[in-house]
Structure formats: C-alpha cells, structure tokens
C-alpha cells in the first residue's frame, strides 16, 4: 500500500515562490500516476496538476499553466509541486494523491479516480 506524505506549505507572500513536497512509503510509487489537488476554505477540492509514470507527460489546469510545475524522482519516491508568481487565489490546503489504475500513461483531472490521499499541507497567501 501506498502512503502519502505532503510538505513545504507555509505563509508565503503575492508574487513569491514555493515548493511542496509529496513524498510515498510503498514499493509501487513509479507505477502510478500523480496528481495534485487543493481546496480553499468553503469551495470544493480542485484539480492542480498531473504527471504520468515516468515524468514525461503533465497536466494543470488552466489557472496555474505557465507559473506552477509537476516533477516526480522515482528514486526518491517523491512528486513535487513548484508554484511561482502566487496570488491570494492560490490560498489553499493542497493534497497528492496517486492514480487509482496502475501503470496507466495518462493522466485524469477527474478526482475520483485518485485515491491514497495525503492530509495535506497548507499554503496562505497573502497581499
């Protein structure tokens, strides 16, 4: 089974920088594809971004295309989410979360077909 471990969230300033960390404790992580979600407070959880079995292959939404990218280290067994230019509308807890369907090459901005949540981590941030 894999567990999933967010890390890197913190207050950060409008126009700022800042990397968030999901680091998995199963055997299988390179199997599976990856994504990150996020939700403010009182709204729904939102699809970030994806990334496929061997980082050849991601997906953002269109809110964060150009300033927010996926990476993931198989090695390491960590995903990773650098987010530039940050606005308030990016305040949010962010989640990881991997692919339900194993060795597929595609990736899904559909959250239910994600499963193995993190708890979270969170971003604030301010103007």
């Known amino acids: 089974q894999v567990q999933l471990v967010e890390s890197g969230g913190g207050l950060v300033q409008a126009g700022g920088s800042l990397r968030l960390s999901c680091a998995a404790s199963?055997?299988?992580?390179?199997?599976?594809?990856m994504g990150w979600f996020r939700q403010a407070p009182g709204k729904e959880r939102e699809f970030v971004a994806a990334?496929?079995?061997?980082?050849?292959?991601?997906n953002y939404r269109d809110s964060v295309k150009g300033r927010f990218t996926i990476s993931r280290d198989n090695g390491k067994k960590t995903v990773y989410l650098q987010m530039s230019s940050l606005t308030p509308e990016d305040t949010a807890v962010y989640r990881c979360?991997?692919?339900?369907?194993?060795?597929?090459?595609?990736?899904?901005?559909?959250?239910?077909?994600?499963?193995?949540w993190g708890q979270g981590t969170q971003v604030p941030v301010s103007s």
């Open positions: 199963g055997r299988t992580f390179s199997t599976y594809a």
């Open positions: 990334i496929n079995l061997g980082g050849t292959s991601t």
């Open positions: 979360a991997r692919d339900r369907r194993s060795f597929r090459a595609v990736t899904t901005i559909v959250d239910n077909e994600y499963t193995g």
